[in-house]
Each structure stands twice: as C-alpha cells, then as structure tokens.
C-alpha cells in the first residue's frame, strides 16, 4: 500500500503547454517551488508538447485535453471531471482563454476547498515569477485553515 501524498496540490491551467513567456512562467513554478512543499499538475486544454521537457521535476503529471478548434464548450465537462480527479488545493491560470472555464468548473469539481487564481504577469520575468509565487503562497496562506491532508 503506498503512502498518501499529504502536499498540498497546484493544477497550472494553460491553453497549450508549449514555447511561450506565459508557459515559462509556469515552468520557473515547477522548477522553483520547493519540491517537498508542493505538488503539480499541468492541464493543457490542446496539448503538452516537448516543452515539457524544460521541468527539472520527474512528479509533475501532464494532461491534455486536446480541444479542437472553436469555443470548446463540450470540454467543460472534461475539464470538470479531470479537476475532480486531481482534487487541487490551487488552481492557477495566467490565461485570459482559460480563465472562465477554470473558475467556473474548478467551482464545481473542487467546492470551496480549492483558491483559484488567475494571474496576469508583470512584464519583467524574473518579478513575474516572484508575484506568481507570491499570488500561489497567499492563495495557500488564506485557504490553509480549511485544507487538510488527504486521508
């Protein structure tokens, strides 16, 4: 029997994980956050591509949904029932296309155990990834007394 992972978990929520200032942002959170603090999932609505390979981490899980071309609004129920499964304590998006669609199915899957946040990074990258971490650390800070460690 394997033992349960108490960390509290962030879901990075991105159109498609791939070469990008947004998508290298998420990768400077993978890469900087304390691995024994934290845990993450990356859901792409289209695809994780090669660029995946940037994570210095070998426990950050990659989900793709692959949305076709449009408004997507069938992949609501995808991205619901995915969020559901992975039971996030964060849920961060610095993407205007994926923000509406986070916070309305992270609502649904994840109750009011779950902070969402949605990020607009400044245009210096190294205090993007400061605020970023800082914006993630708060959103812990604030729900900390409702999370408790999986069971």
Not at 19 to 33: D, S
Not at 78 to 88: G, H, S
Request: with cysteine; net charge positive.
């Amino acid at each position: 029997m394997s033992a349960v992972d108490s960390r509290p978990l962030i879901a990075h929520v991105v159109y498609r994980f791939d070469i990008g200032g947004l998508e290298n942002g998420v990768v400077n959170l993978l890469n900087r956050l304390p691995r024994e603090r934290w845990r993450h999932a990356v859901v792409a609505l289209t695809e994780a591509t090669s660029f995946r390979a940037r994570v210095q981490r070998d426990d950050v899980r990659f989900v793709e949904l692959h949305k076709g071309p449009g408004h997507g609004i069938g992949l609501l129920p995808r991205l619901t029932r995915i969020l559901r499964e992975l039971a996030p304590d964060v849920v961060h998006t610095r993407n205007l296309a994926c923000t509406a669609s986070t916070a309305a199915t992270s609502a649904i899957s994840t109750g009011p155990r779950a902070s969402i946040v949605s990020f607009a990074a400044p245009t210096d990258p190294s205090s993007a990834t400061t605020s970023a971490c800082r914006a993630i650390s708060s959103a812990i800070s604030s729900t900390r007394s409702a999370w408790h460690p999986r069971a």
